[in-house]
T-cell receptor, first 113, second 115 residues
Framework: AQSVTQLGSHVSVSEGALVLLRCNYS??????LFWYVQYPNQGLQLLLK??????LVKGINGFEAEFKKSETSFHLTKPSAHMSDAAEYFC???????????FGQGTRLTINP | DTEVTQTPKHLVMGMTNKKSLKCEQH?????MYWYKQKAKKPPELMFV???????INESVPSRFSPECPNSSLLNLHLHALQPEDSALYLC??????????????FGEGSWLTVV
């Protein structure tokens, strides 16, 4: 069954430091993968998506993710963290058979000044 | 424009009340979704409408009743809810349910408190 696992429920980095949020997927077929961000008391906003066109995907707000089939990973990175990046981040996979988007457990990103 | 609009933003209702959550999109999307999100948890799918017909019901209790009056509108009717139903209810839409590459766009959500 297709699923995603986010490693680390909470990540804390200093302002200006590299952000790395980990997501591993489980799928026997090429997956459709997404990263969403949820700011406090708000809905979900799409950061980026992988649909097999390119392994390095660039998203909004300076984020990018690289699809690595050999590692079954789709980690989210940003070179330099800003205070405004503090939020909950969800990795998600679209499950073809069930025709639905399924989310990982989420990673809360905290930025230290 | 990638906007999904939900009303109300906040709703407090008693266990005997009947209320509705509303969702609207004007992107021409033909698939619309209701997700439920409890605190500190990921969203969980409740219902999917495709071309105005209910295509997925994730075994949701009948006290939640979805309705899709037209391709732009999605309602969630609430009746005889329990306190444990308190959550953030997210509406979403996508171009079509059948294409895996389609992006699902979410609204800001409706915060529901059942007292």
């Amino acid at each position: 069954a297709q699923s995603v696992t986010q490693l680390g429920s909470h990540v804390s980095v200093s302002e200006g430091a590299l952000v790395l949020l980990r997501c591993n997927y489980s799928s026997s077929v090429p997956p459709y993968l997404f990263w969403y961000v949820q700011y406090p008391n708000q809905g979900l906003q799409l950061l980026l998506k992988y649909t097999s066109a390119a392994t390095l995907v660039k998203g909004i707000n300076g984020f990018e993710a690289e699809f690595k089939k050999s590692e079954t990973s789709f980690h989210l990175t940003k070179p330099s963290a800003h205070m405004s990046d503090a939020a909950e981040y969800f990795c998600a996979v679209f499950i073809e058979g069930a025709q639905k988007l399924v989310f990982g457990q989420g990673t809360r990103l905290t930025i230290n000044p | 424009d990638t906007e999904v609009t939900q009303t109300p933003k906040h709703l407090v209702m008693g266990m005997t009340n009947k209320k509705s959550l509303k969702c609207e999109q004007h992107m021409g999307h033909r698939a619309m979704y209701w997700y439920k999100q409890k605190a500190k948890k990921p969203p969980e799918l409740m219902f999917v409408y495709s071309y105005e017909k209910l295509s997925i019901n994730e075994s949701v209790p009948s006290r939640f009743s979805p309705e899709c009056p037209n391709s732009s509108l999605l309602n969630l009717h609430l009746h005889a809810l329990q306190p444990e139903d308190s959550a953030l209810y997210l509406c979403a839409s996508s171009q079509g349910q059948g294409s895996s590459g389609n992006t699902i766009y979410f609204g800001e959500g409706s915060w529901l408190t059942v007292v």
